[in-house]
């Protein structure tokens, strides 16, 4: 009776931690999802432009993309609780700080120390749940309905962030982080357990950290700032230079050191490579082809922001009931299986978006964005089981930092592509449409009228293409998770890869 008592004790305790990491991730997303809500009103009270607001993301994502491995590092050596409440005090200091920001540079300062303590949730929030949920099945539920967390955070992004900066002034949504924060905290002390890696480190990576740091660097800032340098200006080149070479020096190092910060072993393993591979393409299409959705909205529909924001909240709602029914499927249908017919479903979903013109309704945008969610919800569950399950257990932090940082630098460039082969197609179709074109007229509204139709068929067009582009390149990835192996498929950290 006792022991059927303490273990019902246990079970209620897991749910709790779910609970607590749900909090941590739900607040860092939503975070980014109100800040940007927020920039036109920073750009009036600092007087800036909306290029220089541009930095308030990109130094975000700079510190973010740096800091996510470092912090999957030292979750694993230290503990995962201590880094993990550690992150969240930062994060609340960063954002008080941010709230209080008097000009562009210590804005940026301020989400610099924001993203550094925001990139430890990722991987240390995975390493918990992977500790704390053993059984297969009842993990991946978990890991499911973790997933659903970041879809939330989009869905009450708008209705939390539009309410705040209009009736409280844009810092609200910066000082709104601290009673979450607190809340988180007092949570992850009463139930988180300290886990770490069975294996005793002696010394960080400090040159492995710093090398993986700089190539970082240096590769999303070109993908931030190559559309306006242009991808082969003097800018550009040296980022690739520093690119290629700290890269080298980063594999030399981590080949070479006794404890590297991220374990080249892991490439070895198949099923973890084509894990990767399958995230980065999905990611890339997914991320490069919805990036576009809100400027569509709001130059072609005349939407505004918070009207925009809504528009996604479907979506929210789609891939949080997605999550945890593909979460559920574990064990019974081969993961493979689930991510294939997952990310069909998602490529189908971003096709759709190929017949959006200027008469489009808020349904033709929300049913499209509804279907890719789903397929991307339904399959996110397992994609993260995976890679929880090919490598040891007391490494499972390094390798979702890996996976984290798969996925970041994957929307990057499909945000970079994308918006180049937009901008490139929009001046091939002008060229072309007013090849086939003729006017009649010399009235100059007339004139006029024709330039603007051009322009608009033109951009549009385009905007079909991007689409149809990544719905190609979504479809051709879900064909990627099909060459995954599993010898004698389990869910559980001790699966052996063929």
Not at 118 to 131: E, F, N, Q, R
Not at 319 to 345: C, D, E, N
Request: glycine content about 8%; charged content about 10%; proline content about 3%.
């Amino acid at each position: 009776m006792a022991e059927e008592k303490d273990k019902k004790k246990d079970t209620n305790l897991r749910w709790w931690i779910l609970l607590t990491v749900i909090v941590g991730t739900f607040l860092g997303r939503l975070d980014q999802t109100i800040v940007n809500l927020a920039l036109p009103k920073i750009i009036n009270d600092f007087g800036i432009t909306v290029s220089s607001a541009g930095w308030i993301a990109t130094a975000y994502i700079l510190a973010n993309a740096v800091f996510v491995p470092i912090w999957g590092k030292l979750g694993d050596t230290l503990g995962r609780k201590k880094v993990y409440i550690w992150g969240f005090v930062i994060f609340i200091i960063g954002s008080v700080l941010a709230g209080l920001a008097w000009n562009l540079s210590s804005m940026i300062v301020f989400r610099v120390i924001q993203a550094i303590a925001g990139s430890a949730d990722y991987p240390t929030a995975m390493a918990i749940l992977a500790v704390t949920f053993k059984e297969g099945k009842e993990r991946a539920q978990a890991l499911g309905i973790w997933s659903a967390s970041f879809a939330a955070a989009v869905v009450f992004g708008p209705l939390i962030g539009g309410p705040l900066i209009d009736n409280f002034g844009w810092r609200s949504v910066f000082l709104i982080n601290l009673p979450i924060g607190i809340l988180g905290i007092i949570m992850a002390m009463l139930f988180i357990n300290e886990s770490r890696s069975d294996i005793k480190t002696k010394f960080f990576d400090w040159w492995g950290a710093l090398s993986l740091g700089g190539t970082l660097s240096a590769l999303v800032l070109v993908l931030e700032k190559g559309s306006t340098w242009g991808w082969f200006s003097s800018e550009s080149l040296i980022c690739y230079f520093a690119m290629v070479v700290l890269l080298g020096l980063f594999i030399k190092i981590e080949n070479k050191v006794a404890e590297p910060i991220v374990d080249l072993k892991f490439f070895k393993i198949p099923a973890f490579v084509n894990a990767l591979t399958n995230n980065f393409i999905v990611f890339m299409g997914m991320m490069g082809g919805v990036f576009l959705l809100p400027v569509f909205a709001q130059t072609f529909l005349g939407y505004n922001a918070t009207e925009t924001g809504f528009l996604f909240m479907p979506m929210a709602i789609a891939m949080m009931i997605a999550s945890p029914i593909g979460g559920s499927l574990t064990g019974k249908v081969q993961s493979r299986y689930i991510i294939f017919i997952s990310t069909l479903v998602a490529s189908l979903g971003i096709f759709l978006f190929t017949f959006l013109d200027p008469r489009s309704t808020a349904i033709d945008i929300i049913i499209p964005l509804s279907i890719m969610a789903f397929g991307l919800g339904f399959g996110m569950a397992q994609r993260t089981n995976i890679i929880a399950s090919v490598v040891p257990q007391s490494e499972i932090g390094i390798a979702s930092s890996i996976l984290a940082l798969v996925r970041n630098i994957a929307g990057a460039v499909g945000i970079a592509i994308f918006a180049t082969i937009l901008n490139n197609r929009v001046a091939t179709n002008v060229l072309t449409i007013n090849s086939f074109s003729k006017l009649y007229s010399h009235i100059p509204f007339q004139i006029q009228n024709y330039i603007g139709l051009i322009s608009l068929k033109a951009q549009i067009n385009a905007y079909h293409y991007v689409f149809l582009v990544a719905s190609i390149i979504v479809f051709i990835g879900s064909f990627t998770i099909l060459f995954l192996k599993l010898k004698n498929e389990r869910t559980d950290i001790k699966v052996h890869v063929e």
